[in-house]
């Protein structure tokens, strides 16, 4: 697929690159303030008679004590309704990738339908991701004694993340559900339909960056970078909805796992994708020449459109925060 551009100045790819990124850092913090607000309410309203009774039982104490019972009831919501908080606040998040779709958001980036596919394309594409998985187990057991010796993880912070997710209703629905769909919309619908009069190539790349960027776990980031360059050729190349199925397929799949947490259960999953990965190698060596037609289809539509693109200094700050975040989490 080729997307012509008509602009060329050359500061508007920074402009739209800029755009992006500022869209993509809102929808974050929109996502995590409302959620700490929905939780927050929650803990109010289940344990307002309780709160009351305090503060009236206690009205000689120091406010702060108080204010330490209402952080009581606050940790037990945040552990049942983090979910639900995410939920809302990703909703809520949407609505900034309107700045830089316009009505295009709805009417044509999620939509529209480039050609059609079948559950055998699916199926391929199931199979990288699965190569994915298999490559990522590779690289933790590798690197991750070198991490355990300087006193970090590569992944307890995700583990333990996942997990608490996972456990409740709200969670598991946000993981499997909402969270495909709505990341979907924002990561393969906005940005990388912003970006595509570029070169689809260019729009993949850029659009799988920033998704990695967003999950802010340095090795969850990796994995996300290399799904989401899958997941935007299936919406890129097919639809969106295939992106969001795959996303979702992926993400039960580790919910499942959760729920299962069996040693069976991990060794049919490994099983798997130790053979999704040596079918990916034949594959790749096979058929060379359909990344070769891919790269031809998708290169830039002009020139220096990476140099200019990648010297964007929202881009570069987005980089250099999202690093340091992944560093701190390694060695928390």
Known sequence: ????????????????????????????????????????????????????????????LAGEMQQDQFLVFFDKAMDEYIGLGMIIGMICGLCWFFLIRGKRFVTSDIPRVNSKANFGILFILLVGIFAIQALMILLYAVFEPLFNQGGGSLTDTLEEAT???????WGALYIAVIGPICEEL???????????????????????????????ILFQAVFAFFIGI????????????????????????????????????????????????LATIVVILVRLDLFAAQKIAGSPSEPRVYPRAFAS????????????????VIFA
């Open 163 to 169: 997990t608490s997710l996972a456990i409740t209703f």
């Open 230 to 277: 899958i997941f935007a050729y299936a919406a890129g190349r097919f639809s969106l909805k295939w992106a969001i199925l795959l996303h979702m397929i992926n993400n039960g799949l580790a919910v499942l796992s959760t729920y299962a947490n069996s040693d069976v259960f991990s060794g049919i999953l490994l099983l798997i994708y130790g053979l999704s990965l």
């Open 1 to 60: 697929m080729q997307y012509l551009t008509t602009a060329r100045d050359p500061k508007q790819i920074r402009r739209d690159v800029r755009g992006v990124v500022l869209c993509v850092v809102a929808f974050i913090l929109t996502l995590q303030i409302v959620a700490v607000l929905v939780v927050m309410a929650v803990a109010f309203f289940e344990n307002a008679g309780s709160i009351a009774q305090f503060a009236e039982s206690n009205s000689n």
């Open 313 to 328: 200094p929202w881009l570069i700050g987005y980089l250099i925060l999202t690093g340091i975040l992944s560093v701190h």
């Open 186 to 216: 924002v990561f393969r619908g906005a940005v990388m339909r912003k970006l595509e009069r570029y070169g689809s190539n260019f729009a993949i790349i850029v659009s799988s960056l920033l998704f990695a960027l967003y999950h802010m």
